[in-house]
Protein backbone atom coordinates (compact mmCIF):
# COMPACT_ATOMS: atom_id res chain seq x y z
CA UNK A 1 0.00 0.00 0.00
CA UNK A 2 1.42 3.31 -1.05
CA UNK A 3 0.87 6.28 1.80
CA UNK A 4 1.42 9.97 1.63
CA UNK A 5 3.83 11.62 3.97
CA UNK A 6 5.36 15.47 4.62
CA UNK A 7 8.45 15.13 2.65
CA UNK A 8 9.36 19.11 3.30
CA UNK A 9 8.70 21.78 4.13
CA UNK A 10 9.17 25.48 4.84
CA UNK A 11 8.04 26.89 8.53
CA UNK A 12 6.81 30.26 8.90
CA UNK A 13 8.47 31.97 5.73
CA UNK A 14 7.89 35.75 5.19
CA UNK A 15 5.93 36.54 1.79
CA UNK A 16 8.05 39.02 0.22
CA UNK A 17 5.97 39.76 -2.84
CA UNK A 18 2.90 39.21 -4.02
CA UNK A 19 2.52 39.65 -8.07
CA UNK A 20 -0.62 39.12 -9.16
CA UNK A 21 0.43 39.36 -12.91
CA UNK A 22 3.07 36.78 -12.98
CA UNK A 23 2.85 33.24 -14.33
CA UNK A 24 1.67 31.80 -11.51
CA UNK A 25 2.95 30.15 -9.09
CA UNK A 26 5.50 30.95 -5.88
CA UNK A 27 9.00 31.64 -6.46
CA UNK A 28 11.35 30.85 -3.88
CA UNK A 29 15.29 31.58 -2.71
CA UNK A 30 16.57 28.35 -4.53
CA UNK A 31 19.07 27.73 -2.01
CA UNK A 32 15.67 27.37 0.34
CA UNK A 33 14.31 25.05 -2.56
CA UNK A 34 17.14 22.90 -2.09
CA UNK A 35 17.25 23.35 1.87
CA UNK A 36 13.58 21.92 2.39
CA UNK A 37 14.26 19.01 -0.34
CA UNK A 38 11.63 21.10 -3.00
CA UNK A 39 12.36 20.70 -6.87
CA UNK A 40 11.33 23.15 -9.64
CA UNK A 41 7.47 23.46 -10.70
CA UNK A 42 6.73 20.71 -8.11
CA UNK A 43 3.17 21.00 -6.48
CA UNK A 44 3.10 22.55 -2.94
CA UNK A 45 0.44 23.70 -0.22
CA UNK A 46 0.42 26.83 1.50
CA UNK A 47 -0.99 27.57 4.68
CA UNK A 48 -1.04 31.26 5.47
CA UNK A 49 -0.89 31.29 9.05
CA UNK A 50 -1.54 34.80 9.01
CA UNK A 51 -5.09 34.60 7.65
CA UNK A 52 -5.95 31.20 7.63
CA UNK A 53 -5.96 30.58 3.91
CA UNK A 54 -4.81 27.28 2.29
CA UNK A 55 -4.26 26.58 -1.17
CA UNK A 56 -1.81 24.76 -4.24
CA UNK A 57 0.17 26.32 -6.24
CA UNK A 58 4.05 25.20 -7.48
CA UNK A 59 7.66 26.20 -7.24
CA UNK A 60 9.60 28.38 -9.49
CA UNK A 61 13.38 29.45 -8.72
CA UNK A 62 13.88 33.18 -7.37
CA UNK A 63 17.94 33.61 -6.68
CA UNK A 64 19.53 32.18 -4.61
CA UNK A 65 20.42 33.95 -1.14
CA UNK A 66 17.80 36.28 -1.86
CA UNK A 67 15.36 35.55 0.64
CA UNK A 68 12.36 35.51 -1.34
CA UNK A 69 9.10 33.96 -1.61
CA UNK A 70 6.74 35.54 -3.71
CA UNK A 71 2.91 34.40 -4.46
CA UNK A 72 2.12 34.72 -8.03
CA UNK A 73 -0.85 34.75 -10.41
CA UNK A 74 -3.94 34.37 -8.05
CA UNK A 75 -1.50 32.77 -5.17
CA UNK A 76 -0.90 36.84 -5.30
CA UNK A 77 -4.92 37.10 -3.80
CA UNK A 78 -4.35 34.82 -1.08
CA UNK A 79 -1.68 36.58 0.59
CA UNK A 80 -0.38 39.93 1.79
CA UNK A 81 3.32 41.05 1.60
CA UNK A 82 4.72 40.15 5.42
CA UNK A 83 2.12 37.40 5.89
CA UNK A 84 3.79 34.19 7.65
CA UNK A 85 3.38 31.24 5.99
CA UNK A 86 3.78 27.63 6.13
CA UNK A 87 4.96 25.99 2.55
CA UNK A 88 4.75 22.01 2.47
CA UNK A 89 5.23 19.46 -0.20
CA UNK A 90 4.12 15.81 0.08
CA UNK A 91 5.94 12.51 -1.31
CA UNK A 92 3.55 8.93 -1.91
CA UNK A 93 5.89 6.06 -1.40
CA UNK A 94 5.11 2.81 0.12
CA UNK A 95 5.09 1.37 3.92
CA UNK A 96 8.09 -0.15 3.83
CA UNK A 97 9.63 2.84 2.63
CA UNK A 98 8.24 5.31 5.31
CA UNK A 99 9.51 3.27 8.26
CA UNK A 100 12.73 5.18 7.68
CA UNK A 101 12.21 8.28 5.52
CA UNK A 102 12.81 11.62 7.35
CA UNK A 103 11.47 14.66 6.02
CA UNK A 104 13.02 18.13 5.48
CA UNK A 105 12.27 20.55 8.05
CA UNK A 106 13.44 24.24 7.40
CA UNK A 107 12.54 26.92 10.19
CA UNK A 108 12.86 30.73 8.63
CA UNK A 109 12.96 33.91 10.88
CA UNK A 110 11.01 36.98 9.44
CA UNK A 111 13.77 37.67 6.98
CA UNK A 112 13.40 34.49 5.52
CA UNK A 113 16.98 33.49 6.99
CA UNK A 114 17.20 30.32 8.57
CA UNK A 115 16.70 29.51 12.01
CA UNK A 116 17.02 26.01 12.14
CA UNK A 117 16.81 22.55 10.40
CA UNK A 118 16.15 19.17 11.20
CA UNK A 119 13.57 15.98 10.24
CA UNK A 120 11.79 15.69 13.24
CA UNK A 121 8.95 16.99 15.06
CA UNK A 122 8.80 16.95 19.11
CA UNK A 123 5.86 15.01 20.66
CA UNK A 124 3.41 17.36 21.44
CA UNK A 125 2.40 17.37 25.28
CA UNK A 126 -0.05 20.11 26.89
Known sequence: MQITLLKGKLHMA????AELWYDGSCAIDSDL?????LREFEK????NVSNGER???YVI???AGSGTISMNGAAARRV?????IIIAAYGTMEESEADGFKPSLVYLNEDNSIDRTTNTIPVQTD
Open 80 to 84: QVGDR
Open 61 to 63: LAE
Open 33 to 37: VKLAG
Open 55 to 57: FHT
Open 14 to 17: CVTQ
Open 44 to 47: IDIY
